[in-house]
C-alpha cells in the first residue's frame, strides 16, 4: 500500500523533531548531571576533612553511621533544591557503582558515588506534536496552493489555445487567432451581414432566422450599424447595400470564406458557420441558419 | 510567474521546517530547567551565640570533641552571669581531629577546652598559655575483654585471637596501654590479627557480635554487666587520668574559673556515664577565697 504523501510528510516531520527534541533534552540533562556533580564533588572535598572516613594507611576504621548522616543531610539539600543527582555512596574503597567522582587528597583517594536522575520530562514531548500539527497544516495549505495553481495554469493554457475567430474592420478580414498566415477577406455586404448575424444571435437567441421569411428588422439595422462603421473607418462605400436581398447568396459568400479558414477547426466552425439546410425539405419552415451556439469566447471583433 | 510562485511555497514548506527543528531543539533545552546548585557546609562545626553584653567584643572560645557536647555547653556558657559579664560572644567549635585539638590548645585558641593530661604534658600548655585544670572526670582502670573466658596476659594467648583496638593514638585504655602491654609480652604488632574501629561503643558492638574475641576498653560497672562477665575481663592499667576540662587563666580571673566549673560540673553529671562518673573539682567554689586547689 502506498502512504499518502501527507501521511509520509506528518511522520517525517514527527519522528524528525522528536529525535531532536529527544537528543536536546538528553544533552542538557547531561550537561546538568554533569555540573551537579562538580558542585557536589566540591562541597564534599571541602567536607572531608571533618568526615570520619576509613583511612588504611593510618589504620583509622572510620565511623560509617556518621558518614551515613553525612550522606542524608546532602541528599536532603539537593533534593531541597530538585538536583537530577544524589551522593549513595563516600568511601575510600573503590565504589562498585559506574556513576562516581575520584578526590584524590595527599594520603587518600576519596571515591564519591553518585545516583544519577536521567529522566526526560515526558510531558514537554507534546511540544514536537504541536509543531509537527503546524507543518503539517502549513504543508496542506500549500498543497491545496500548488494544486490550485496547476488547475489555473491548465485553464489558462486551454484558453490561450482555444482558436478564436478574428474579425478585423480595418482590413475587412477574417482569421483565426495565432494563424495570421491564412485570411480570408468579405466584401462589405456579406462582413456586414455577417457580423450583424453574430451580434443578433447574441441578442436574440431564441429567435430562428428562417430562409423563406424576411430578414429580421433587428438583424437588418446591426448591419447597417456596421456598414456605417466600415464607412467611418475609410473603406470604399459605392452605395447602401439591400441586405435582405439575394440572401442565399451572401450566406454562400460567408461560408465560402469561413470554410478556407476554419478546415481546421471543426469545434469553432460547428459554433461559427450558418448551418446549411440539409436533404429533403431544407427549405421547411424548422430550418434556421442563425449561429445558435456561438459564445463571446469565440470570436474577438477589431475596429468595432 | 507562475514557476516562481511554486517555488515560494518550497520555500515557505523548507523554512518552516528549518525553523521548526530549531524551534525543537531550543525548547527541548528550554524546558528542562537549569541547575543552580548552591550547598551549603552540611555540618556546622561552629556554634555561636552573643551574651546579653553584645557591646563587648571580648570572644570566649570553647573546644570539644562532639557536636553533642558543643550543643550542651553553648546555652550554658552564654547564660552564666560571669560570661556574660566578662565576654559578648561565645563560641564552640566541636571536631574529633587531633591535628585540630593541638592547634587549639597549644596555640592557646581556646579559652575552654575538653582534653587530655598527656596532651598538656605533650604541649606544656600549662606553662606556655596557663592552662588550669577545671573539673577532671575520675580516674579508670583498662581491661582487656573477652566474652568466654579471662584473657590471660601471656604471649601464645594473643597470637590467635581478633584483637579489637580503638583507632585513636591518644586513647590510653583503648589503644596506648593495650599496645604497651603487647610489647611488654615481646609480641610483634605486626603479627597480630588487629581490628581498628572509632569507638568504645564500637568495640563492645564487635565484641558481642563475636566479630573479636578480645577488646581493649575500660570498665563500666552499670553498663558493661548486662553485655559481658565481670570475670572475663584482665587489668593492664590502672588509675588512668581521665579527660578534663582546661581553662585558659592569664589573669587571677577566680570568678570564671568558678562559673566554668560551675557549669562543667553540670554537664558532665547530665551526661551520667560511668566513665565520667565521680569528678574531681580543682577549685574551692563554695567558700570564700575561690582558689585552686589542685589534684587533691
Known amino acids: 500500500m502506498k502512504l499518502k504523501p501527507i501521511y509520509a510528510y506528518s511522520l517525517f516531520v514527527f519522528i524528525s523533531l522528536l529525535t531532536i527534541f529527544y537528543l536536546g533534552q538528553n544533552s542538557k540533562i547531561q550537561g546538568i548531571i554533569e555540573l551537579e556533580k562538580a558542585q557536589i564533588s566540591k562541597r564534599v572535598s571541602l567536607d572531608v576533612n571533618s568526615l570520619p572516613l576509613a583511612e588504611p594507611l593510618f589504620n583509622y576504621a572510620g565511623n560509617q553511621q556518621e558518614v551515613d548522616l553525612y550522606i542524608e543531610r546532602l541528599n536532603k539539600q539537593l533534593s531541597d533544591s530538585n538536583a537530577r543527582v544524589t551522593v549513595s555512596a563516600i568511601s575510600t574503597s573503590t565504589p562498585i557503582s559506574n556513576s562516581f567522582t575520584e578526590l584524590q ?14 529522566t526526560h520530562i515526558l510531558s514537554t514531548y ?58 480570408s477577406q468579405l466584401a462589405n455586404k456579406p462582413l456586414c451581414f455577417y457580423l450583424a448575424m453574430i451580434e443578433f444571435s447574441q441578442v436574440y437567441p431564441n429567435i430562428n432566422l428562417h430562409l423563406n421569411k424576411d430578414v429580421p428588422v433587428e438583424l437588418l439595422e446591426i448591419a447597417e450599424k456596421y456598414f456605417h462603421r466600415l464607412a467611418v473607418l475609410g473603406h470604399t462605400v459605392r452605395k447602401r447595400p439591400n441586405f435582405s436581398n439575394s440572401l442565399e447568396k451572401t450566406l454562400s459568400e460567408i461560408r465560402a470564406s469561413l470554410d478556407e479558414i476554419l478546415r481546421e477547426f471543426p469545434d469553432l466552425k460547428v459554433k461559427l458557420y450558418p448551418p446549411k439546410a440539409h436533404g429533403e ?18 470570436y474577438d471583433i477589431k475596429g468595432k | 510567474m507562475l514557476k516562481k510562485y511554486k517555488l515560494s511555497l518550497k520555500t ?16 527541548s533545552q528550554a524546558v528542562v530547567s537549569s541547575s543552580h546548585l548552591v550547598l551549603q557546609p552540611v555540618q556546622n562545626h561552629k556554634y555561636e551565640c552573643e551574651t546579653t553584653s553584645s557591646e563587648n567584643r571580648a570572644v570566649f572560645r570553647v573546644k570539644v570533641p562532639t557536636d553533642y557536647l558543643a550543643k550542651q555547653v553553648l546555652p550554658a556558657l552564654c547564660q552564666n552571669d560571669v560570661i556574660k559579664r566578662q565576654y559578648g560572644h561565645v563560641e564552640v567549635f566541636w571536631g574529633g581531629s587531633l591535628a585540630e585539638q593541638i592547634e587549639f590548645f597549644g596555640k592557646g585558641i581556646a579559652d575552654l577546652i575538653l582534653s587530655k593530661d598527656s596532651i598538656l604534658q605533650a604541649l606544656r600548655a600549662d606553662a606556655t598559655h596557663n592552662y588550669m585544670p577545671i573539673i577532671g572526670y575520675s580516674s579508670y582502670s583498662a581491661f582487656f575483654i573477652s566474652n568466654k573466658e579471662k584473657p590471660k596476659l601471656e604471649k601464645a594467648y594473643f597470637l590467635d585471637k581478633k584483637i ?38 564500637a568495640l563492645r558492638e564487635k565484641l558481642a557480635n563475636n566479630e573479636v574475641d578480645i577488646i581493649a ?19 593492664i592499667g590502672e588509675n ?16 570564671l574559673a568558678c562559673a566554668v566549673q560551675s557549669v562543667t560540673k553540670e554537664i558532665a553529671q547530665s551526661e551520667g556515664t ?23
Open chain 2, 164 to 201: 579489637g583496638l580503638l583507632d585513636y593514638p591518644t586513647s590510653r585504655s583503648g589503644h596506648i596501654l593495650p599496645k604497651k602491654a603487647f610489647k611488654s609480652l615481646d609480641l610483634d604488632i605486626a603479627n597480630l590479627d588487629i581490628v581498628y574501629v572509632s569507638s568504645h561503643s
Open chain 2, 12 to 27: 515557505i514548506l523548507f523554512s518552516s521546517l528549518i525553523v521548526s527543528t530549531w524551534l525543537a531543539w531550543l525548547l
Open chain 1, 105 to 118: 587528597a595527599n594520603y587518600k583517594t576519596v571515591y564519591v558515588s553518585f545516583t544519577e536522575n536521567n
Open chain 1, 126 to 183: 507534546i511540544v514536537t506534536l504541536l509543531i509537527t500539527l503546524f507543518n503539517v497544516w502549513l504543508y496542506r495549505k500549500v498543497f491545496a496552493k500548488h494544486v490550485e495553481n496547476k488547475a489555473k495554469r491548465t485553464i489558462s493554457t486551454e484558453v490561450s489555445i482555444k482558436p478564436k475567430l478574428i474579425i478585423d474592420l480595418y482590413t475587412k478580414t477574417l482569421l483565426i487567432d495565432g494563424r495570421e498566415e491564412q485570411q
Open chain 2, 274 to 296: 560511668a566513665y565520667f562518673d565521680s569528678l574531681h573539682e580543682f577549685w574551692q567554689c563554695n567558700s570564700i577565697p575561690y582558689k585552686f586547689i589542685g589534684e587533691n
Open chain 2, 217 to 235: 576498653s575500660y570498665w563500666n560497672d552499670k553498663k558493661d554487666e548486662t553485655l559481658f562477665s565481670h570475670n572475663y575481663i584482665t587489668p
Open chain 2, 240 to 255: 588512668i587520668t581521665g579527660s578534663r576540662w582546661y581553662l585558659k587563666l592569664s589573669e587571677e580571673n577566680t570568678d
Open chain 1, 281 to 298: 425539405g431544407s427549405r421547411s419552415k424548422l430550418h434556421s441558419y442563425g449561429l445558435k451556439q456561438i459564445s463571446e469566447n469565440d
